[in-house]
């Protein structure tokens, strides 16, 4: 006979006794708590631990229980008592929480960038989602071989007619759902792509830069593996800063900036030879973006 206790815990348990053992299963409570927690901190970048406490009637420990959780899987991380998305100059902020920035830049970013692939063309695609804006526009330029070792890509672009694609494998992160390290980086030096097409974490000193060796590294290698280079950067990135350098801007074929980038970087970057593309944010993107917001979408 199987009797079951529910126990009206703060920590949503539900506790089922068959006279041998005691099988303590998570109710749907704690992990709806834990999407509104990560929701709550992706939209205001950064809470403190104890307002979220506060905020969903939960223990400290609790909280803190719920924010391991979410940082395990990628989502945020702890820092100094707050729960934060935002990147650091050590830490990258989470695929999920940059794919919900700049999203009318990141659309002009990649419709720019399309103007550069030609049908038949291999192309190296890099972890960030700025890149990834380009999934539903690739299929307009098939066939295509697509590279990447970004799983988020991967499941987008696999069985999409006239797309050849190669996944890259290695060890995998899932902060930015993509493989790098040395498996992923010999399987890139092995081979030649027509294009590869990036965004960067920071620029400083017209240099980009990132958080971590292993996606420099990464990075690195397909840039290295193609015969021209595309990087792309909203205006935010000039803002930023990251530990690591990668490449100076000057030695990418393109750069394709949004039109809210300053002019004196613009002018700056042209000043050095460097061949800069302004994508249009285009007015609807903007009216639709502020409609969303007074509505609290």
Request: aromatic share 4%; net charge neutral; glycine share 6%.
């Amino acid at each position: 006979m199987i009797e079951r206790v529910d126990v009206p815990s703060g920590e949503g348990f539900d506790t089922v006794n068959d006279g041998n053992r005691v099988e303590a299963r998570r109710l749907p409570r704690r992990r709806e708590r834990q999407e509104a927690i990560a929701m709550a901190v992706m939209a205001e970048g950064a809470v403190r631990i104890e307002q979220l406490g506060e905020r969903y009637n939960i223990s400290l420990m609790t909280v803190h229980r719920d924010l391991d959780e979410l940082e395990s899987r990628g989502l945020l991380r702890k820092s100094r008592g707050v729960a934060t998305a935002l990147s650091s100059t050590l830490v990258e902020s989470s695929d999920v929480y940059r794919a919900s920035q700049q999203l009318s830049e990141k659309k002009a970013l990649a419709e720019a960038a399309m103007q550069f692939i030609e049908p038949g063309q291999s192309v190296f695609l890099d972890d960030s989602t700025t890149v990834l804006a380009m999934s539903n526009l690739l299929p307009s330029k098939v066939p295509l071989t697509i590279i990447t070792n970004v799983l988020t890509l991967m499941n987008q672009l696999h069985g999409v007619r006239g797309i050849t694609l190669i996944g890259l494998g290695g060890n995998y992160y899932k902060w930015c759902s993509a493989f790098m390290g040395r498996i992923t980086n010999e399987a890139i030096g092995k081979m030649r792509g027509d294009l590869f097409i990036m965004s960067t974490a920071a620029i400083t000193d017209d240099t980009c830069f990132h958080q971590t060796l292993e996606t420099v590294d990464t990075k690195r290698a397909m840039f290295d593996s193609s015969a021209k280079r595309i990087l792309l950067v909203d205006h935010t990135k000039f803002e930023k800063r990251a530990l690591h350098a990668l490449l100076q801007l000057t030695a990418y074929d393109v750069v394709i900036v949004d039109s809210k980038t300053q002019e004196q970087d613009i002018r700056r970057m042209r000043s050095q030879g460097i061949h800069v593309v302004v994508a249009p944010i285009a007015t609807h993107h903007r009216e639709v973006h502020r409609e969303l917001k007074q509505k609290g979408v």
